[in-house]
């Protein structure tokens, strides 16, 4: 054999080799590739798992939110991972999934400036060990796993689009005015047992979990705020609370503080109900107006 030939052979081997070797190396990525999706299809199914124990109380069996309790999840501007319009108007700089992850591992302690307005009655809660929460870190990647699977693709998002709205504003009633717009009697002593009794109902449900069970201001949902709320019950200070000002509280809240607007949400009867309740304490009930 001349040594050409056994370089040529040589060569050939070479060549032979790298074919079988890339040959070997498509079908390992591909099995790495059939292993992964295995996998992740496994940590999304565990996500679901705990999706549905943990999750869909307050944000919906699919994620399309519960008015009242949590907002959607499944939906096209927190899961359009390209263009990530919600992460850019919240000024979130990491991936989506990162601000999924974050998010269900620390909670909200304080409601965040986006939702400030929706009137939720509990925080979002801190899931984490990490952070003091009840669930492994390995269950809270599994979630994260969940939520994003519901990213345009196989499952497109359900929910359209959710733009912020400002809160609404009321149209102002002159002072003569004022009381003549309360749907029911109200003297000087009260609108009477029923009314409270029905304003209470709504206070409970809409309002005891930052204001307290007691009307004092001091409900778990308003801890930490900047502003707390005031206390219905020092009446002192309620005697001084103009029942103009009381009314354009529950109607257009109180942006930036974390009080919600309530002007949309609750029937005009079920405002003025609650805010007679609130007044109940010091017995002011339309004394004074206006400031
Ligand atoms: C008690 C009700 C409640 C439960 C239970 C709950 N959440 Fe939330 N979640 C909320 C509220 C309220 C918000 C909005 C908080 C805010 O920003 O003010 C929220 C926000 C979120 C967000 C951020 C959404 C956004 O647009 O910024 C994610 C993600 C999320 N929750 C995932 C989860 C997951 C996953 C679980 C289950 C492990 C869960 N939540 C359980 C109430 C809840
Ligand atoms: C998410 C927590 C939260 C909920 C729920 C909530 N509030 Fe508030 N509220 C606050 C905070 C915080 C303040 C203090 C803000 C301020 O005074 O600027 C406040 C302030 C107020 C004030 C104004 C008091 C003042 O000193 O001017 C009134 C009135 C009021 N809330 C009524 C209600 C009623 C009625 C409901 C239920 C229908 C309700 N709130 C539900 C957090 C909440």
Known sequence: MSVQFKILVGILFTIATIVVLAIYGFAEDSRMRTYQANFAGR?????GDYFERYCIACHGERGEGI?????????????????TPYLKAIAWNGTTADFIKNTIAAGRPQYSKYYE?????????????????PLRPDQVDALTDYVLNWAPGEYGPIVAIVTPTPGPTAT???????LKAIPFPVTETGPGDAILSEGKAVYD?????????????????AQGTAKPP????????????????????VVNGRVQTGMPAWGKRLSNEDIWKVIMYERSPCG????????
């Open 67 to 83: 008015v009242g309790k949590g907002p959607p999840l499944n939906r096209t501007d927190l899961l359009d991972l390209k263009n």
């Open 205 to 221: 449900k809409n309002c005891a979990a930052c204001h307290g069970t007691g009307l004092a201001g001091d409900g778990p949902g």
């Open 172 to 178: 102002p009633i002159p002072p003569g005015e004022f």
């Open 43 to 47: 940590s999304i199914q565990a996500g």
């Open 230 to 249: 005031r206390n219905f019950t020092d009446c002192t200070a309620m005697r001084q609370f103009p029942l103009i000002t009381h009314h354009d509280a």
């Open 117 to 133: 307005n929706e009137g939720y009655t509990q925080h979002m809660p801190t899931w984490s060990q990490d952070y003091g929460g």
């Open 284 to 291: 002011n009930f339309i004394e004074p107006i206006s400031p």
